[in-house]
């Protein structure tokens, strides 16, 4: 079955280093989310993605976060100034169309030092 | 009112037992209700989703939805200690982007 792609598994940084989150969303889909989840909490929605633009973002997502579809199979998340606070496991998902659900990936654990 | 709510557990059963899990959801215009089964540190792992009320079976699983009382439960007939993990209850909202609200999860324990 095909599958959402996340790379690395695990990324160290320093507090305030740029990183880049890297997903390969499942090869027919069109709707493209990222969602976050700090140890012990609930998954929380970052943003979604769709026709080469934002169609929604949380308030989580602020100036320090963006994302990008570089080309037609990869999906990424900036984090431009990485705080101690965004230390999380961060999730990649897509969906087909509007008739379908999200399809997670197995996460980059980030962790900010 | 938080948009969805959820029981954190842990629940505790013993293998074999008919497990119950359960979400309440505050906005009547969510259109997809979704079970995903989460093993620690991985992703959420799609189990299951409909978007009308009734049951949808699939295997040992069942998925129930009432929109009238905004209620969804999952149901785990013959439980093994392999389904161990937490149960995340999820609604994807119509807005702009398909946005997906999660529940907090319920951890379950199958004791062999």
């Known amino acids: 079955e095909p599958e959402v792609t996340q790379t690395p598994s695990h990324q160290v940084t320093q507090m305030g280093q740029e990183v880049i989150l890297r997903c390969v969303p499942i090869?027919?889909?069109?709707?493209f989310y990222w969602y976050r989840q700090i140890l012990g909490q609930k998954v929380e929605f970052l943003v979604s993605f769709y026709n080469n633009e934002i169609s929604e973002k949380s308030e989580i997502f602020d100036d320090q976060f963006s994302v990008e579809r570089p080309d037609g199979s990869n999906f990424t998340l900036k984090i431009r100034s990485t705080k101690l606070e965004d230390s999380a496991m961060y999730f990649c998902?897509?969906?087909?169309?509007?008739?379908?659900?999200?399809?997670f990936g197995s996460g980059t654990q980030l962790s900010v030092l | 009112q938080k948009e969805v709510e959820q029981d954190p557990g842990p629940l505790s059963v013993p293998e074999g037992a008919i497990v119950s899990l359960n979400c309440t959801y505050s906005?009547?215009?969510?259109?997809?209700f979704m079970w995903y089964r989460q093993y620690s540190r991985k992703g959420p792992e799609l189990l299951m989703y409909t978007y009308s009320s009734g049951n949808k079976e699939d295997g040992r699983f069942t998925a129930q939805v009432d929109k009238s009382s905004k209620y969804i439960s999952l149901f785990i007939r013959d439980s093994q200690p392999s389904d161990s993990a937490t149960y995340l209850c999820?609604?994807?909202?119509?807005?702009?982007?398909?946005?997906?609200?999660f529940g907090a999860g319920t951890r379950l324990f199958v004791k062999a």
């Open positions: 906005n009547s215009a969510f259109q997809y």
């Open positions: 999820a609604i994807l909202t119509h807005t702009g982007g398909f946005k997906t609200i």
């Open positions: 998902a897509s969906k087909i169309g509007t008739s379908d659900v999200p399809r």
């Open positions: 090869s027919n889909h069109l709707y």
